[in-house]
């Protein structure tokens, strides 16, 4: 059995390292968020306003019967489990019936494009950040109160991930600073109940179930990757970042605001 590949994904530690060392070595003149970068939209600022604003139910896909939790944060209604119908292309972790019972299934970028019922669509960028906003995220900034975006667009909200994460299924892990094992569920405390669904890749290879959680977005970066949202047992952030297509995550719908409410 091969070693599984190593996958890169940065600590909120190193993530805080790199953003001081920019910011000493560029000074208040030149900040360490990119030039180009996008500025965050009016209408994801405006979504913490919406923080307690949180409605609960249940939808039931036509398509197979199956019924999901819903939750309505701030502006938008979220499926609060991962999706579970079946694609051409998607995948049980490991190939086990259980673990899509459990997490849901992993889809590829193209296939999760397809995959959500009638009435909902795959999340956008920025669709996830004022998600994270409305759940008391908070953005890096950097001494000079610029906010830190990374050379290849990654950057990451504070705190979100501790409350949007499930109260049960991710791994505990030891704290270096004391030597005391620490939970890695979340407060569940929006009802998301994000779970660490694992990633697969185009090769048939699974890794990291119970340790991370991965989401795709509608939004491409490029012909070949689009951007993702990822979640981990060590840490109570939400991760931007992004990945080739081809990669299996899991998928949370949204419902359009076209459909029906």
Request: with cysteine.
């Amino acid at each position: 059995m091969t070693a599984p590949p190593k996958i890169h994904r940065p600590t909120a530690t190193t993530l805080l390292a790199l953003a001081a060392l920019a910011v000493i070595e560029l000074g208040c003149a030149k900040t360490a968020v990119r030039k180009d970068a996008a500025p965050v939209a009016d209408t994801v600022q405006a979504a913490a306003a919406a923080t307690l604003d949180t409605v609960s139910g249940t939808f039931t896909d036509s398509r197979d019967a199956k019924t999901y939790r819903t939750v309505r944060i701030g502006e938008l209604t979220w499926m609060a489990e991962n999706l579970n119908f079946a694609t051409d292309s998607s995948r049980c972790y490991d190939d086990a019936d259980s673990n899509c019972t459990k997490y849901g299934r992993l889809y590829n970028w193209n296939d999760a494009m397809t995959a959500c019922p009638a009435g909902w669509r795959v999340p956008s960028d920025e669709d996830w950040d004022g998600l994270a906003m409305a759940a008391g995220g908070q953005r890096v900034k950097d001494e000079c109160g610029q906010l830190v975006e990374y050379e290849d667009g990654n950057y990451y909200w504070k705190f979100a991930g501790k409350k949007l994460k499930s109260t049960t299924g991710w791994r505990d892990y030891w704290e270096d600073d004391d030597g005391k094992l620490v939970s890695g569920n979340g407060t569940g405390e929006f009802g998301f109940s994000a779970l660490p669904g694992g990633i697969g890749y185009s090769g048939g290879n699974f890794y990291s179930v119970g340790d991370y959680g991965s989401w795709w977005s509608a939004t491409e970066r490029g012909a070949s990757n689009a951007w993702d949202r990822f979640m981990y047992y060590d840490g109570g952030s939400v991760i931007r970042d992004y990945s080739n297509k081809a990669r299996l995550y899991s998928v949370r719908c949204v419902r359009d605001f076209a459909a029906p409410q």
